[in-house]
């Protein structure tokens, strides 16, 4: 009769327990796995907000950076009607970089064609190192300015044509200040 009852143990009792005890290592390692897919989908979730509030941050930088250059525009435009030349370039000057730096092409292109047009031809040589003292900057570094943020350089034709017709300026003239 022993015999049967261990039989009985061995048949019945072990594979109950083993599966009870196989029950619960399933559980546990579907709960860890869980849990560690949790964590990773919350690890993936905040690095994509990251990257989408980067890009956020990029594009208010950049639009605020195109608004204060309408700004400066206006006024740029203003001061050339009342032929204050001199400070109508230093506008359009920071203008042309903040149009730039907020990829406003256009307004950009438009202004690099309105100093060359309307302002260079009224300027002289002294005058443009004028400009670029009240802007506090050399005219060198302006450019290399103009060309860090123009790191496509998308903008890389207009910024040459601008340099070359600065050189084509004429030079003061003997008593001029």
Known sequence: MSGVIVLVLIAIVFPLVFYALNGRLAKMRLKENFQRMKIEAVAELRNHNR??????KQDFYNKSKALK????????????KDKKVEQATVNYFEA?????????????????????????????????????????????DYFAELRKIDHSE????????????????????????
């Open 96 to 140: 042309i970089k903040g149009y730039l730096h907020g990829k406003d092409f256009g307004n950009f292109r438009l202004l690099i064609n309105t100093v060359i047009d309307k302002c260079l031809p009224k300027l002289n040589q002294l005058q443009l190192v004028h400009v670029f003292k009240r802007m506090d900057t050399t005219e060198e």
């Open 51 to 56: 990257e989408e509030l980067a890009v956020v």
């Open 154 to 177: 998308y903008a890389r034709q207009e910024i040459m044509e601008l340099r070359l017709q600065m050189e084509m300026v004429k030079p003061a003239e003997i008593g001029q200040n």
């Open 69 to 80: 250059s309408m700004a400066m525009h206006l006024e740029a435009n203003s001061l050339l």
